[in-house]
Antibody, heavy 121, light 113 residues
Framework: EVQLVDSGGGLVQPGGSLRLSCAAS????????MSWVRQAPGKGLEWVAN????????YYVDSVKGRFTISRDNARNSLFLQMNSLSVEDTAVYYC??????????????WGQGTLVIVSS | DIVMTQSPDSLAVSLGERATINCKSS????????????LTWYQQKPGQPPKLLIY???TRESGVPDRFSGSGSGTDFTLTISNLQAEDVAVYYC?????????FGGGTKVEIK
């Protein structure tokens, strides 16, 4: 069974940092583009970042560029999102997702269950 | 950025009837070299992550009931749920993957009338 398990969310103060993790199983992680997508409470979906199979290409939405870093460890079948300089606007459920297509122009399937990040003082 | 606009924001449909959701992109998402529309549909039920329904605008994902269908090309797309069932109550999102940043529509909430 293809499975993605997100973790690492929590409450953090504005300006703080947090590192999210996603454990993948049931598919060839090292052959897959991977993404992070977020959803603010009661709002729609926003793509955050994606990363190529070997980690050599990474793309970000403008609002997180310079603050967030996507990375992966193929030996551990794990995806990460390092989030620095967090602001209240970053409050959301963060989902990791596999991107089945062969390029960065991708869709998302499946999704993890999500991990909630709350940025508040 | 490609802006995805969904309509309506919400709709209430009787059981067994048809629900139609529209999605319009601010520029074409049809890739001429392969004649594919880079448009995907998702279903999100309360408290759950989104689930892939349809990709390439009209290709149903394995296991998705055939009452779900996608159509359209270029900038205008439609998700149709025929014979609406109680388990179809959800928010539906379209997403373009023609260019970065990857963007979603604002969602359409489907309820039972």
């Amino acid at each position: 069974e293809v499975q993605l398990v997100d973790s690492g969310g929590g409450l953090v103060q504005p300006g703080g940092s947090l590192r999210l993790s996603c454990a993948a199983s049931g598919f060839s992680f090292s052959d897959s583009w991977m993404s992070w997508v977020r959803q603010a409470p009661g709002k729609g979906l926003e793509w955050v970042a994606n990363i190529k199979q070997d980690g050599t290409k990474k793309y970000y939405v403008d609002s997180v560029k310079g603050r967030f870093t996507i990375s992966r460890d193929n030996a551990r079948n794990s995806l990460f999102l390092q989030m620095n300089s967090l602001s209240v606007e970053d409050t959301a459920v963060y989902y990791c997702a596999r991107s089945p297509h062969t390029t960065e122009y991708n869709w998302f399937d499946p999704w993890g269950q999500g991990t909630l990040v709350i940025v508040s003082s | 950025d490609i802006v995805m606009t969904q309509s309506p924001d919400s709709l209430a449909v009787s059981l067994g009837e048809r629900a139609t959701i529209n999605c319009k992109s601010s520029q074409s998402v049809l890739y001429n070299s392969n004649n594919k529309n880079y448009l995907t549909w998702y279903q999100q039920k309360p408290g759950q992550p989104p689930k892939l329904l349809i990709y390439w605008a009209s290709t149903r994902e394995s296991g998705v009931p055939d009452r779900f269908s996608g159509s359209g090309s270029g900038t205008d797309f439609t998700l149709t749920i025929s014979n609406l069932q109680a388990e179809d109550v959800a928010v539906y999102y379209c997403q373009q993957h023609y260019s970065l940043p990857l963007t979603f529509g604002g969602g359409t909430k489907v309820e039972i009338k």
